[in-house]
């Protein structure tokens, strides 16, 4: 009998899903199954299909990741439901790792380490993400919500609270409405994935306009709601100096040139995050 499903969205990254798919076949047994859905990628699955052939594909046309899970968890009868993204790779024993922990709470998210695709010295954005991206267990313990590209939950869990919506961020609006009806979210350390490092300015200010994007849908548009926006936006300046010292504390970073890339990228990004929210308030949008 199935117990679980691996839901992965994918869009036009071939080569990094096949990484990922490499990194979970080996750990599949009969309790769970694996499932790909493309978001009508413009790309060739060839080269995928002739590595699993037996991999289980579906087109979801709707854009987005969120859209791609909802087909997942639509395409399946699994009672649990474990999450993963195309660009991660999954530790040897994630899957067995994931029916171990699904108990601890009705959502259980796991932590995400980062790694770089290209050789040292690291750029100022792969520095930037290897001390600030996917910090779980804080998102987990005060933000109230688990990213899903490392998430466990189940399917009963799934259906009360209601399908992802694409266009908010939607990790953090499925988590917060699943809390708020009751249901219990926790961190596992031991519930490991890897994510690539963002190489360049390019790919790491495209990730962050799209969550600003999605932050200010989950924020609302009405008047107070963009006033404090407009608040959260005007406070980047400051963030830049609070957290300088964690940058030159931190262990992943090496030497003085990658800490100092790290934190003219970190300044960079706040500014420019400042100036997106502030059109955001100001009209709505970016």
Not at 67 to 83: D, Q, Y
Not at 95 to 105: K, L, N, Y
Not at 134 to 141: A, H
Not at 147 to 155: A, E, F, W
Request: proline share 5%.
């Amino acid at each position: 009998m199935v117990e679980a499903a691996v839901i992965i969205p994918h869009y036009n990254d071939v080569e990094r899903l096949i990484r990922c798919l490499d990194t979970l076949a080996p750990q599949l047994d009969a309790r769970c199954e694996l499932l790909v859905v493309d978001n009508n990628s413009t790309v060739d699955l060839a080269p995928i299909r002739a590595a699993y052939p037996d991999l289980r594909i579906v087109t979801e046309a709707k854009k987005g990741a969120a859209e791609a899970r909802n087909r997942g968890v639509a395409e399946t009868t699994a009672p649990r439901l474990f999450f993963i993204d195309s660009d991660c790779v999954a530790d040897p024993d994630w899957i067995a790792t994931a029916f171990a922990v699904a108990e601890r709470g009705d959502l259980v998210g796991g932590h995400v380490f980062v790694f770089d695709e290209t050789p040292p010295p690291r750029s100022g954005a792969e520095a930037f993400e290897t001390v600030f991206a996917f910090d779980f267990r804080r998102y987990i313990e005060e933000k109230g919500f688990s990213g899903t590209g490392n998430l466990v939950t189940r399917r009963d869990v799934f259906e009360a609270t209601g399908p992802f919506i694409a266009g908010l961020s939607e990790d953090l609006d499925w988590c917060r409405r699943a809390t708020a009806k009751g249901y219990r979210l926790v961190y596992a350390e031991e519930l490991r994935v890897g994510h690539p490092s963002r190489q360049d300015w390019a790919a790491l200010s495209r990730k962050w306009r799209r969550l600003t994007e999605e932050g200010f849908g989950v924020n609302g548009s009405g008047a107070m709601d963009r006033l404090r926006w407009a608040g959260k936006a005007l406070l980047m300046p400051v963030s830049i100096l609070a957290h300088i010292p964690k940058v030159l504390r931190h262990p992943g970073l090496s030497g003085a040139g990658e800490r100092m890339r790290a934190i003219g990228t970190l300044a960079r990004l706040r500014l420019a995050r400042m100036g997106w929210m502030l059109r955001q308030a100001l009209f709505g949008k970016l």
